[in-house]
């Protein structure tokens, strides 16, 4: 389920995305906490705190979804809406269901089902796909494709695992996709889930795990594993506007794209190659492990997206130049609108790659296009150190919120934590506005936490800044506004963080006795990197931890 809080307005400020707190609650306290992103092991499934956000329910049943906002004051709006999740031993049931095993043995494939030896992958979702069909592959057995498999039925449709053990191995031949969502001739599919499978390119130059080929909307990858693949989720929005222009009509961008609990790794083939690549329209991608470009170029790249939820992952080791997370904004025929915008990016962790001159980078894709991104909030993500990393966070966009976030730049080549410029011929960069950071490196050299070269509009408030062997710094560079930040003296000062040596988040919290402790300015920051409220008596501290 994708949850849209955008259209809210308020007397308040004119910037309700990035001004106004955001409290969700899917009902779903059983849904336990993300193993990944920046708070492993304690961030909860069940809450979230942005204007866009997104769950995965995996058990049947009524559920009540709550969401509060508030602008800070004593004004805050409640709205609740009821989700029903059906059962799927009744949506399909019986012969709806099909298992597949190497053998005969067919334990743990739901009563009534239909069965069949085989270890053909393509041949056994090619010549059983329809509607309200659940096609399941017997765990711990291995499957082979040589040819591509293809989902040209809608919905409701599952391709998953039966029985116990590992999930099902699909060994690709060729250079074929490990499955195939849509065709030229199909362009209004709709409702499908891949979940429960390994998909092994086996270093093919040029496979897809999954590829997005016509238009299908409502697609839920969940605990995806693709390795060894050229690019592990491929879904580009040029294939739907040539598929329209010639003679293939009625491919609209792919609306409702979920990918959630999975892990693409290893990807190969040079030049065109990434972990993701795609466009969508409501997507979200929430605790996945993406990582090991080096044989390819970006891990996470989007060439367009529209209102988008990335949240609780780690992105890491691309190509040598390429970046963790690409986020660019093509103008598409087929998409609602002709900027990148209202994308939240929040509580994951990132790290660099060799000489990479930016671990995440928002804007237009070169220097040569005229691209608009715009309504990104980045929140509560760990920029993890890396000794090739020059810039951290490159933005080339417009009304971007940047809060409470660590840059840990230790070891880096050049110590530069946010910078804020203008590529080319996109439109000039302004309203970039820089909250309740916390900087940090151990290293040497120049050290540059925020650095606005270009534009207007631009706020710098309450940002921590540490880097005791830094031999020139300065806080805040640029034609920003600044206040409330570290001075470039306090910068060589400890500010009594957990750890005399930090370098998990955790590290980083205050100390009784820190200089940054009710030092700050108010500003729309509702809660820390904790979830703590924002403050905690008195007024807000600095950096991203409020002490409580």
Same mark, same amino acid.
């Given at each position: ?152 039925? @809608? ?14 191995? #699909? ?47 409502? #697609? ?12 592990? #989720? ?110 939240? #990016? ?26 608009? @991104? ?79 070269r270009i534009g207007s509009g631009h706020i710098a408030k309450n940002n921590l800044a540490y880097a005791p062997n830094s031999g020139s710094r300065t806080m805040v560079s640029g034609t920003g506004t600044a206040s409330n930040n570290t001075s470039n003296a306090n910068i060589l000062v400890a500010p009594s963080f957990a750890s005399a040596t930090p370098s998990v988040p955790a590290d980083f919290s205050l100390g009784a006795g820190s200089y940054a402790v009710n030092a700050g300015a108010a500003v729309p920051v509702f809660a820390d990197f904790l979830g703590l409220s924002r403050s905690q008596g008195g007024a807000i501290d600095l950096g991203l931890v409020e002490r409580p």
């Amino acid at each position: 389920m994708f949850f849209d809080a955008t259209a809210t307005t308020a007397t308040a400020t004119t910037r309700p995305f990035h001004e106004l707190g955001y409290r969700w609650d899917f009902g779903d306290p059983g849904s336990g906490v993300w193993s990944t992103g920046s708070r492993p092991g304690s961030s909860s499934r069940n809450l979230a705190n942005s204007p866009v956000a997104a769950h995965v329910y995996e058990t049947p049943g009524t559920y009540t979804v709550t969401m509060t906002a508030t602008d800070g004051t004593s004004t805050t709006a409640e709205s609740c809406v009821q989700i029903t999740v059906q059962d799927p031993e009744v949506v399909f049931s019986g012969a709806n269901t099909r298992c597949f095993s190497n053998d005969n043995n067919f334990a743990g494939c739901p009563g009534g089902a239909q069965t069949f030896i085989t270890s053909d992958f393509d041949n056994a979702i090619n010549t059983n796909v329809g509607p309200g069909r659940r096609l399941l592959f017997k765990r711990g057995h291995t499957f082979t494709a040589n040819a591509t498999p293809t989902i040209n039925a @809608t919905g409701p449709m599952t391709v998953g695992a039966f029985n116990t053990g590992n999930d099902p191995l #699909v060994e690709i031949s060729g250079n074929v996709s490990g499955i195939q969502l849509s065709t030229p001739q199909t362009p209004a599919l709709s409702d499908v889930r891949i979940m429960d499978l390994e998909i092994d390119g086996n270093s093919g130059g040029t496979t897809n795990g999954v590829l997005l080929n016509g238009g299908i909307n409502n #697609v839920l990858l969940l605990r995806t594993n693709i390795h060894h693949i050229h690019t592990g #989720v491929s879904g580009s929005p040029f294939l739907l506007d040539y598929f329209n222009a010639n003679n293939n009509p009625g491919h609209a961008l792919w609306n409702g794209l979920f990918i959630v609990d999975s892990r693409i790794a290893n990807t190969i083939g040079g030049q065109g190659g990434n972990g993701l690549f795609l466009g969508a329209h409501r997507y979200a991608i929430m605790g996945t492990v993406m990582t090991d470009g080096t044989g390819a170029e970006h891990i996470h790249r989007t060439p367009y997206l529209y209102k988008a939820f990335i949240a609780h992952n780690e992105f890491s080791n691309p190509a040598p130049t390429k970046g963790a997370m690409k986020m660019h904004a093509t103008k598409f025929t087929s998409a609602p609108s002709q900027q990148s915008e209202m994308i939240v #990016v929040s509580n994951n962790k990132f790290t660099s790659g060799t000489n990479g001159p930016w671990t995440v980078n928002m804007g237009p894709q070169d220097d040569q296009s005229n691209e608009l @991104t715009r309504h990104v909030i980045v929140e509560n993500n760990w920029f993890a150190p890396h000794a090739s990393q020059q810039i951290a966070l490159l933005i080339f966009a417009q009304s971007v919120t940047v809060r409470n976030n660590i840059f840990n730049l230790t070891g880096a080549a050049d110590q530069r934590g946010v910078d804020v410029d203008r590529w080319g011929i996109e439109p000039t960069t302004m309203d970039v506005h820089v909250y309740n950071n916390t900087f940090y490196s151990s290293s040497s050299g120049t050290f540059l936490p925020v650095n606005f070269r270009i534009g207007s509009g631009h706020i710098a408030k309450n940002n921590l800044a540490y880097a005791p062997n830094s031999g020139s710094r300065t806080m805040v560079s640029g034609t920003g506004t600044a206040s409330n930040n570290t001075s470039n003296a306090n910068i060589l000062v400890a500010p009594s963080f957990a750890s005399a040596t930090p370098s998990v988040p955790a590290d980083f919290s205050l100390g009784a006795g820190s200089y940054a402790v009710n030092a700050g300015a108010a500003v729309p920051v509702f809660a820390d990197f904790l979830g703590l409220s924002r403050s905690q008596g008195g007024a807000i501290d600095l950096g991203l931890v409020e002490r409580p």
